[in-house]
């Protein structure tokens, strides 16, 4: 199981822009994290609607974060760019038709677990700031690998 490719690209872009504490243009993102200037693009945009980066105009604009690095978890950006975590389509999604006995639905335990290990995923990603992803450059992962 995995984050989605897009989720994984906006870790990357938020994490570039805390790394470089500046304001950044678009192709400048886009070459750093070795993701396309168009999908770079798109994913910006989600980002500053979900206010994690703001955007400036004009032949000094760019792009830096929305807020300090330390209140930027992994959490807000793959839920910004992705809508609520969850383990399985039928937590959380109201109006998820289950192919099981509906009667029975509300108290399928796949449902419950499912539900469970959803809620600890998200705790833990709301835990990891990108603060914290800054202070370990250097270890193990090497310079600039989040």
């Keep these: 199981m995995h984050i989605t490719l897009e989720s994984?690209?906006?870790?990357?872009?938020?994490?570039?822009?805390a790394q470089n504490q500046?304001?950044?243009?678009?192709?400048?993102?886009?070459?750093?994290?070795?993701v396309t200037l168009r999908f770079s693009l798109k994913i910006l945009r989600?980002?500053?609607?979900?206010?994690?980066?703001?955007?400036?105009?004009?032949?000094?604009g760019g792009y830096e974060l929305g807020r300090p690095a330390s209140e930027i978890s992994l959490c807000d950006v793959i839920e910004t760019v992705e809508g609520p975590y969850a383990l399985s389509r039928c937590v959380g999604a109201e109006d998820y038709p289950c192919s099981r006995n509906n009667a029975s639905c509300?108290?399928?335990?796949?449902?419950?677990?499912?539900?469970?290990?959803?809620?600890?995923?998200?705790?833990?990603?709301?835990?990891?700031?990108?603060?914290?992803?800054?202070?370990?450059?250097?270890?193990?992962?090497?310079?600039?690998?989040p």
């Design 106 to 145: 509300g108290a399928c335990k796949f449902r419950e677990v499912f539900s469970e290990v959803s809620e600890l995923v998200r705790q833990r990603l709301g835990q990891v700031k990108f603060s914290d992803l800054l202070q370990k450059e250097g270890g193990s992962d090497g310079p600039g690998q």
């Design 46 to 60: 989600k980002l500053v609607t979900g206010g994690l980066v703001s955007s400036y105009k004009g032949t000094k």
């Design 8 to 17: 994984d690209y906006a870790v990357r872009i938020v994490y570039c822009l």
């Design 22 to 34: 500046r304001r950044m243009d678009a192709k400048r993102i886009a070459e750093e994290t070795g």
